[in-house]
């Protein structure tokens, strides 16, 4: 090969990296990042209440029913686009609604809760983050939807909207009530 013909080679190799790369960016969703505990079980866990740091909530206490794990902090901004939704549909899911406070002061977290209101059936503290590392918790908002015997399901990173609700949840929260594992 003519080596005045190598840079134009290495411009159409870039060139054609470059291409895929926008072309595979557009047939996946960024905010579904496939999580390896989809399917298998919840990590074990006890942590203390938002209200009362001396109760202790766990796993066990939440077997026997689908629960939807709703990830929040008051330090986190695109938790105030999903918290409304979350106060309007949250009912509607039919499922426990469980809130998971990441890396949040209380008093903070109270404040805030005090302030939007509060869609929780019960609200859990991670306040060192280290439950939510057995998550696989990038960050806030996630929500992992968890059947009733405590195997994950889905996981949703991102603000949840009317629309996730309409097309994942709310399938995927009856198929479980039928006995369906998705």
């Not at 203390?48 to 206490?61: E, F, H, R």
């Not at 979350?86 to 949040?104: I, P, S, T």
């Amino acid at each position: 090969m003519n080596a005045r013909f190598l840079p134009l080679a290495g411009f159409a190799l870039v060139f054609a990296l470059l291409g895929f790369g926008i072309w595979w960016s557009g047939r996946h969703d960024p905010r579904e990042v496939p999580s390896p505990l989809i399917n298998k079980p919840a990590p074990t866990f006890s942590l203390p209440t938002l209200d009362d740091p001396s109760k202790k909530i766990g796993n066990q206490d939440l077997a026997g029913q689908p629960y939807l794990l709703n990830v929040f902090a008051s330090w986190c901004f695109a938790c105030r686009d999903e918290h409304p939704i979350l106060m309007q549909e949250g009912k509607r899911l039919g499922v426990k609604l469980v809130g998971f406070n990441y890396k949040d002061e209380p008093a903070d977290a109270k404040r805030w809760i005090a302030q939007f209101g509060d869609p929780y059936d019960l609200i859990i503290a991670d306040l060192p983050g280290d439950v939510a590392i057995d998550f696989g918790v990038t960050g806030a908002p996630e929500t992992f939807l968890v059947d009733a015997n405590g195997v994950i399901r889905y996981k949703y990173i991102s603000p949840i909207t009317p629309e996730i609700i309409a097309t994942e949840l709310l399938p995927r929260i009856a198929l479980m009530k039928q006995g369906a594992p998705r």
